[in-house]
């Protein structure tokens, strides 16, 4: 984790899309499914936010090389 305010927009954006999925999953509706390959893109999505690094930190300051 480098920056918060990455790890945060990360963490959110998964938890909204699996939380859809949840409830598409669970509402007692055989029509509605959910769409678990958006889950998996939200979690690919999520592991490059947690990587990132804001652009007004600097490297020595957040750790990096």
Not at 12 to 19: C, D, E, N, Q, S
Not at 26 to 45: Q, Y
Request: charged share 15%.
């Amino acid at each position: 984790m480098k920056s918060w305010e990455t790890t945060v927009a990360g963490a959110a954006g998964f938890l909204v899309i699996l939380a859809g999925a949840i409830q598409a999953q669970f509402d007692g509706d055989a029509g509605t499914i959910p769409n678990w390959n958006e889950v998996v893109a939200a979690g690919a999505i999520m592991i490059g936010l947690f990587r990132a690094r804001d652009n007004n930190k600097p490297s020595v300051k957040v750790g990096a090389e």
